[in-house]
């Protein structure tokens, strides 16, 4: 009776209250994200090229960010008005198509509105912290008036 009220639980318990799950999990957090990052990172600096190439990929990963959303809502809406299969958005087929759309899409909003974006404003900026600004205020110190005796 003193092994029920104790807390004490036997070994096929142990395996099916989540403990080994928990486990694997941490043990995947903790171990096999770090080692992936560090072996990414002495690839690239081994070989510099492979960078250079997925380095467009990340100039075009905050376009691809707005945009899937409302490319999302323009599949929807093309969807519900021609009735399609809900099937169709399963198919391995509309996920490529999706994916391409939306590279491409997120590549032209880099290069025909960020780029240009990014390059006019630094313009602007640097006018305007060129332009000597006088202040509001007079620079010089006046002297204090001496009290009249």
Do not use: C
Not at 106 to 127: A, D, I, T, V
């Amino acid at each position: 009776m003193l092994l029920l009220t104790s807390g004490y639980q036997p070994v096929s318990t142990f395996y099916s209250t989540g403990i080994m799950q928990k486990l694997l999990s941490d043990a995947v957090t903790f171990i096999l994200f770090p080692m992936t990052i560090l072996s990414l990172v002495l690839f690239e600096t081994k070989n510099q090229f492979v960078g250079k190439k997925l380095a467009s990929l990340a100039d075009i990963s905050y376009s691809s960010y707005l945009l899937h959303f409302p490319l999302q809502l323009i599949l929807l809406n093309i969807w519900l008005t021609f009735a399609l299969n809900p099937a169709w958005f399963y198919s391995v087929s509309f996920v490529a198509t999706f994916f391409v759309v939306l590279i491409v899409a997120s590549f032209l909003s880099y290069h025909y509105f960020e780029m240009p974006m990014q390059n006019r404003l630094r313009k602007w900026f640097k006018q305007y912290q060129s332009k000597q600004h006088q202040p509001a205020y007079p620079t010089t110190v006046l002297p204090l008036r001496q009290p009249a005796d």
